[in-house]
């Protein structure tokens, strides 16, 4: 049996009247836990159509607080949130489409010590915009073989790949595609700009892997998805393992 009430039938039910949404994929749609790292410019339409796609399990993790700069892309927030906690007011946000869904949160940045929260989570999304976190969750859910969604959006181009560290027979991580081991001065956000549009694209295409990959849709892992939102032209590459990985034993 799945876990939704009357009334997330009612809310859901163009949703689930699509043959994807059998018993058995509703059963699995309302247990798996999804951790968003950032709630930024793709964590706030990821976590909003995750929730609007039937998920009742998110952990947002986040410590920073709303600022007039975020409002264009962060959907989640307006002018009467500045200066209150991201994850409060997205929380609060989220439970108005959905009361019955339960959203956990973190109100601090995601480091070493703190990084175990995640370890109950079927899915971590990295929606963060800082190399540094993304080696860590990289590397976090290597070890502890939890599945890890790797997103960035850098002016209008994005890019986005779905691990499958919960089978582990073929190594492949984010670091067999960007092997340098430390922090680099990589172009940031705020430095280069962002769209809001191909930030909205990049948190939709986060939700669709991982409605795909959670019902078993359609395989989405190694596949990293790129996509320029400006001439609307999406790829995707399968990606190959990296043999001399150094996570490749871990
Ligand atoms: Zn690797």
Redesign the pocket.
Known sequence: MNNYSENEYEIFSRLFILNEFSEKNLKILSNIKIGIVGIGGIGCPLSQYLVNSGIKNLLLVDGDIVEKSNLNRQILFNLDDIGKKKVDVAREKLKLINTECNINIINKNIDSFNLNYLKECFIVVDATDDWFTSKLL?KYC?ENSINFLHSSVLKHDLQLILFKNSDRTN???????F?NKDDVDLPRCSSVGISSISAGFAGLVAAQKIINFSLNLKDETNIMTIFDGKKLSIDNIIIK??HD????T?
Not at 171 to 177: A, D, G, T, V
Not at 245 to 248: A, R, T
Request: contains cysteine; aromatic residues 6%.
């Open positions: 990289n290597l190594h492949l991580c984010l670091n067999c595609i092997p393992s990296k990985c150094y996570l490749n871990v």
